[in-house]
């Protein structure tokens, strides 16, 4: 199995990003999937998931500026982050939570103020 994230790099506060995550060598529609973020000097946290139904949840502090959605047909896993603040900033990890657990490879998001 392989998950590798891409999307992270430099925004200005209030602006955009899109984060993927691309599952390889297992069935991706199959799969609960979530984005953690882990900032400096902090504990990881979860920020959203989604079932392999497509219900979908977030933490409250992305609420109304993430969204968390799958393509099942490209086995890709997105994060659309909109109006980011600086306290966003942090390296994002994707994850398979269910059936099984697996980390993916992170990519850091630095928005500046």
């Known amino acids: 199995v392989q998950l590798q994230a891409s999307g992270g790099g430099l925004v200005q506060a209030g602006g955009s990003l899109r984060l993927s995550c691309v599952l390889s060598?297992?069935?991706?529609?199959?799969?609960?999937m979530a984005w953690y973020r882990q900032a400096p000097g902090k504990q990881r946290e979860w920020v959203a998931g989604?079932?392999?139904?497509?219900?979908?949840g977030a933490t409250d502090s992305v609420k109304g500026r993430f969204t968390i959605s799958r393509d099942n047909a490209k086995n890709t896993l997105y994060l659309q982050m909109n109006s980011l603040k600086p306290e966003d900033t942090a390296v994002y990890y994707c994850?398979?939570?269910?059936?099984?657990?697996?980390w993916g490879q992170g990519t850091q998001v630095t928005v500046s103020s």
């Open positions: 994850k398979v939570t269910s059936p099984y657990t697996y």
């Open positions: 989604i079932t392999k139904d497509g219900r979908t």
């Open positions: 060598g297992s069935i991706f529609s199959r799969n609960d």
